[in-house]
């Protein structure tokens, strides 16, 4: 089998609410994705996304993605798409780095292998049941009482597990962190989420000010070496998740003990393929995860139920929706939805969800014969 052609769309997924990240990055509505189409000389069709999170939260960029694809095209064209070593090596080799833009072509592969084998991709993976995983709340309120409303909503939802956004003001922080601890069902995972907002001199004010709480906080600081820093001084565990780009960094972090969580978000890391050797790292090291997209349609949340799957249900806290934040729905309804807090994957070969392509509008740009 090999690849004929890779076309490529542009959609806009524009957020329910707008969106403003810790540390005074920019706000953003709207969400630039990435939806690509590999065809092979047998019939098979695959499809990949590729959405950042805006273009402020981590080095990755819609349009950066896009031009990737154009360098990459020549490398990946005639390859065979079941074999997603190759095709990664192809692309590592055409263009070093970059791995947000190696994301969609990555997961366009494994969808073209699974309904080669007649398989899920989970299944291809290894995985052997297709378990409802809980879904992360995303709690970007401001004020201790919007937190409390905010949480009342996605419980009556049924979510047991949820991401508070918190960062910038020190005792805002900790008043809602607090508020927050004294309200909180016993069966909920509940995750602090810093995005990088604090300083090191803020993130130790609120991690010793909350040690009686032994809650966990994820990001608390922009790097990895001011994560380092600040560890022999707090008692509290740590997600990594911005830091947490390549596989040297995921050893980093297991070899010097920086974290206890690792949060892998599947375009961040470069898909699939990439994904999966950082969650064995993770497994053999006693590092718990949360795996997610890092945005999009629901083929992202899909793409990261599959990687969710092959993890053990007591060391993965939970997957994310991000279908739930975005205002249209490029599949039609089609494809793992949200369910009393939880994420369920189709038992169909393959990804399992493909766009509407009249959703997607014409492409920008296609490569092959
Ligand atoms: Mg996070």
Redesign the pocket.
């Known amino acids: 089998m090999k690849i004929t052609r890779i076309t490529v769309y542009k959609t806009d997924l524009p957020l329910e609410h707008p969106y403003w990240l810790a540390g005074g990055r920019l706000k953003f509505e709207n969400l630039d994705a990435t939806l690509v189409r590999i065809d092979t000389d047998e019939g098979l069709t695959g499809w990949g996304e590729g959405t950042p999170w805006g273009h402020t939260y981590v080095p990755a960029h819609g349009p950066g993605i896009r031009a990737g694809i154009e360098t990459m095209a020549p490398f990946i064209l005639g390859l065979d798409p079941r074999r997603v070593l190759e095709v990664e090596r192809a692309m590592d080799l055409a263009l070093p780095g970059h791995l947000y833009a190696k994301s969609p072509i990555d997961m366009a592969c494994w969808d073209i292998a699974g309904q080669a084998a007649g398989m899920s991709i989970a299944a291809m993976m290894g995985a052997q049941d297709s378990r409802a995983i809980p879904i992360a709340s995303s709690v970007g309120a401001k004020t201790v009482e919007e937190t409390r409303e905010v949480l009342a909503r996605y419980r009556d939802r049924g979510y047991v597990a949820h ?1 508070v956004k918190i960062g910038g003001d020190v005792d805002r922080d900790v008043a809602r962190i607090r508020d927050v601890e004294a309200h909180r069902p016993q069966n909920e995972i509940i995750l602090y ?1 810093v ?1 990088r907002g604090w300083t090191r001199q803020q993130a130790l004010r609120v991690m010793q000010a909350t040690e009686d709480l032994r809650v966990m906080f ?2 608390p600081a922009e790097s990895l070496d001011d994560i380092a820093a600040i560890r022999p001084l707090h008692s509290a565990p740590v997600s990594v ?2 830091s947490l780009v390549t596989l040297q960094d995921a050893a980093r972090i297991a070899r010097d003990g920086l974290a206890e969580v690792f ?1 892998i978000k599947l375009n961040r890391v470069g898909g699939l393929t990439k994904a999966a050797r950082m969650r064995d790292i993770a497994l053999a090291h006693g590092i718990d995860m949360f795996v997610m997209a890092t945005g999009g349609s629901v083929l992202a949340d899909t793409e990261a139920l599959h990687l969710a799957a092959t993890i053990p249900a007591a060391n993965c806290h939970a997957v994310w929706a991000c279908q739930d934040m975005i205002t249209v729905d490029i599949a039609g309804g089609r494809g793992p939805r949200a369910q009393n807090g939880h994420l369920t994957l189709p038992d169909t070969p393959g990804l399992g969800v493909h766009p509407d392509q009249d959703a997607l509008g014409a492409p920008v740009a296609s490569y092959g014969g």
Do not use: A
């Open positions: 991401s989420d995005n994820e990001q998740d911005e949060g």
